[in-house]
């Protein structure tokens, strides 16, 4: 075997073993052995990995500084209280909390990212929907998976796929990425909502919801929490405005956040630090060095090539292929390898803002139709398994075809 090809056999068992996770070992697992299988057989140097590594610095310091206001906001009930505060807007009516849950998701997706959606607002809905005596919480729960992709390219903080996909090459500036984006996020929540409004209508007919539900009060902490989520929002809107990377605003803005927040209510920061993932930094260095590697066997310029001379035929025709093409292989190998091997391409050939933003939607968008499309519904797995809620690959298969096609449909026609 040529080391081309054992390059790519690497790739998809580290893709495999991200996606299936067998033995039940965590994603990172996977990631790391790909890795460390293409030092062992010398397909890249250690130079070569570190250089790998490198290259998602920006991506690493957005991560942290994500799960940090994340997990603060998680601790000091933050979002308990904006879950409760939708419910008790609700008065009682199933169809108003759906609407309400959807537009707070929207929210926090787009400033916070659509793992934080996934982590954070999950279990908050939960409690929501407890507190008002809701049998079936599965309609409201599903919200928090799909809008956490739906929403996901609204601004560049609002998936760490996109920085993904730009690591190595030029992110956008707030204005291409709001000229580019805006039009598609748009077509992809309205869509999303009202596909899934209709899947789910005959349950939310059936529902009954206490009316009176108490509002938790919001301590100190909590609401320097807010204003440290929101400061740092305008933060990284006007890093991206101004053009900057957005991976270390975020990690200064969240650290300092942090650093208030516990000094105010005399916390220790090691509880803060022990309770992150930091096993998701682990597959995302894990994931660069493999696509690393690939770029070495020429895959990525062929394809950057190929692009480019369909996108010179009819760019239309690039943007249908290009787009529908990575939505698709996202739930067959997890959007995070497929985004970074996307990057590659895109960085390679150049793309228009057009066909690159068939790319991201297509990445970002498209893992809405399976549970192994992205982290963020790998995560909103998890928080239901903690909630004793299960559902089935099927399950959710049956809703994400009938939402995530025609939003991807309307988002691509958009562009």
């Not at 192994?372 to 797995?381: C, D, E, R, V, Y």
């Amino acid at each position: 075997m040529n080391q081309s090809a054992l390059t790519l056999t690497i790739a998809a068992g580290t893709a495999a073993g991200v996606v299936i996770r067998p033995f039940r070992l965590p994603e990172a697992v996977w990631a790391v052995l790909g890795a460390g299988l293409i030092l062992v057989l010398g397909i890249l140097n250690l130079a070569e990995i570190w250089a790998g590594v490198a290259k998602g610095t920006d991506v690493y310091l957005f991560l942290i500084g994500m799960m940090l206001l994340s997990e603060l906001a998680r601790r000091e009930g933050l979002f308990d209280w904006v879950a409760a505060i939708a419910t008790s807007r609700a008065k009682g009516s199933p169809k108003k909390l759906f609407a309400l849950i959807y537009a707070v998701g929207v929210v926090v997706t787009a400033l916070l990212s659509n793992d934080a959606t996934a982590v954070v607002l999950t279990p908050a809905v939960y409690a929501a929907c407890r507190a008002a005596k809701v049998n079936n919480p599965l309609p409201y729960l599903f919200i928090c998976a799909f809008i956490a992709n739906a929403a996901s390219f609204i601004l560049p903080i609002s998936n760490p796929a996109n920085l993904v996909i730009f690591a190595g090459g030029e992110m956008p500036s707030l204005g291409r990425w709001l000229a580019t984006f805006f039009a598609p996020s748009i077509a992809a929540i309205l869509i999303t909502f009202v596909a899934l409004y209709v899947m789910q209508r005959r349950a939310l007919l059936s529902e009954t919801l206490a009316a009176d539900i108490p509002t938790p009060a919001l301590s100190f902490p909590a609401r320097l929490a807010g204003i440290g989520l929101v400061a740092t929002a305008f933060v990284l809107v006007g890093a991206s405005a101004a053009h900057l990377d957005l991976g270390l605003p975020t990690f200064i803005a969240a650290t300092v956040t942090t650093l208030i927040v516990l000094t105010v209510a005399r916390q220790n920061p090691t509880g803060i630090v022990r309770a992150m993932d930091w096993s998701v930094i682990l597959l995302v260095a894990g994931l660069f060095v493999v696509v690393e590697a690939i770029n070495q066997t020429g895959m990525t310029a062929s394809l950057a090539s190929e692009l480019t001379a369909i996108s010179a035929d009819s760019e239309w025709q690039a943007v249908a292929i290009t787009g529908i093409g990575l939505a698709f292989l996202s739930n067959l190998a997890n959007n995070l390898p497929v985004g970074l091997f996307a990057g590659g391409v895109v960085n390679a050939a150049h793309l228009s803002d057009r066909l690159a933003g068939a790319v991201l939607v297509g990445v970002d968008l498209g893992p809405n139709l399976s549970v192994t499309g992205s982290l963020a519904t790998i995560l909103w797995l998890s928080a239901l398994r903690r909630e004793g809620i299960t559902v089935s690959a099927y399950t959710f298969l049956k809703v994400g075809a009938v939402v995530m096609i025609p939003a991807l449909i309307a988002s691509l026609a958009a562009l």
